[in-house]
Structures are given as structure tokens and as C-alpha cells.
């Protein structure tokens, strides 16, 4: 039964987010400036270089924050480590623990 | 006024690529979730390799589009004039491209099994990427 009621959360997900998302005005502002029929884009205007870099900047300040949530969650342990104590890095602790009693 | 321009200009492209990171967040963390990285940590890793990722393809995306639409005037050859299976060709790249980066980025974050990091990094890009093609044509439909 839990595939299949994976699959169907999925498969709602996908389709609510597809309804929700294709109120012509939300869709005008997804796909600009591709937009159907490349209505964004024309030849004939002239090349948006300003928006281009002020984009490639903003882009890098997000991954920036990216890059410092995933340092953030890589000093919290490992999966490995959680899946088998429950808590990262309790198994090594405690081995270490028992390591010092023992002697 | 080159300020306000470049701040009306930049507001342009971003407010698209900020709509498409919020809609590929859920998306993608949904999947994972479904695909058993469901403690809230594996959901930040999710979230943060996309914040990595996806303004960057989004951005390139759309450096691909602008070159092509103005192939004709760059002097590009005839064979990058067909816009439909180039930009196809460019964004199947960035797509492969995007899935192998979060793939090594969430393996070294979570420190977990290497074959499920690049299950689960395939599955919910296809989805994203699915997602959005199924966007864009319903858009299509609509604008007509």
C-alpha cells in the first residue's frame, strides 16, 4: 500500500502545483521572457545586459546562501550515523566511551 | 537613472527565476520526502542544492535562449538557428549537468549511501523538470 499511496502524493503534488500554476497571469510570469512563442524575445531589441549581470549577481548571492545552509548541514553528522543510533555520531561517542571503561 | 534602469531590468529577469526556485523547492522537496529523506535536515540539504543549482540554470537557460534569438545577428552558423532541438540539446546538458552536481553536493552533506544520493537527485529533477514542461505547455494552451 505505501508505494502506491507515494505515488499518488506525488502525482497530486505534481498536479495541484501544474493547476495552481497556470492562472495565465502566474504562467505570463513564470516564462517571461521565453514565454510562449518567445514573446520575450526578439531580435530586434536590444541585448538586456544589465538584466543578464544583475541576474548572474543575484544568482550568486542565493547560492552563496545555498552553499552556507549545505556547510551548515554537512557539521551536523552523517546519515549513516543517524540511521543506526538515532542521533549523529552517539555511536562513536559511546564506543569511545565503553573503549575507556573497559581499560 | 543607469541604477534604476539596471534595478527595473534586473527585476525582470528575477522575479521569473524567483517563481521557478519557489515552485521547484516543492516540488523537488516533496519528492525527496516520498523518496525516505524525510527528517528535516535531509530537507534543508534538498533546499540548499537547489538554491546552489537552480538560479544558475535558470540563468544559463535563458542565456540560451537570448543567444539563440539573436543567432541570426551574431553570426552563428544555420545549424544553431533552430531554436526548438537546440535550446532542447542546452537545457537536456544543464539538466544532466545540474543532477550530477546535486547528486556529489547532497552525498558529501549527508554523508549518506552514494547509489540512494543519485536516486533521489534523478528522480526529483526529472520531476522538476516534468513539472515544468507540463507548465509550459498548459501556458501554451492558455495563451492561445
Known sequence: VKPIARCASFVALVVAAVLVSTAPAFADLIFYPIGPGNTGVSATDPINTIGIGVTLLVAALVALVGWLLLVAVHQGGSDDAESVTGTPGSSLASSDEQDRASR | ?144
Do not use: C
Open chain 2, 1 to 144: 537613472m543607469i541604477a534604476g534602469a539596471a534595478l527595473v531590468d534586473g527585476v525582470v529577469f528575477v522575479v521569473p527565476l524567483a517563481v521557478g526556485l519557489i515552485l521547484t523547492l516543492g516540488i523537488e522537496v516533496g519528492v525527496a520526502h516520498l523518496m525516505g529523506y524525510s527528517s528535516s535536515r535531509q530537507h534543508v540539504a534538498v533546499v540548499a542544492v537547489n538554491l546552489i543549482t537552480n538560479p544558475f540554470a535558470a540563468w544559463l537557460t535563458y542565456f540560451t535562449v537570448f543567444l539563440f534569438a539573436y543567432s541570426a545577428s551574431l553570426g552563428l552558423p544555420k545549424l544553431f538557428q533552430n531554436p526548438w532541438w537546440t535550446i532542447g540539446l542546452a537545457v537536456a546538458v544543464i539538466e544532466i549537468t545540474v543532477v550530477i552536481i546535486e547528486w556529489l553536493l547532497l552525498r558529501w552533506a549527508l554523508g549518506s549511501d552514494s547509489k540512494r544520493a543519485l536516486l533521489v537527485s534523478a528522480t526529483m529533477n526529472t520531476a522538476s523538470f516534468l513539472a515544468g514542461i507540463a507548465l509550459y505547455g498548459l501556458a501554451s494552451v492558455l495563451s492561445r
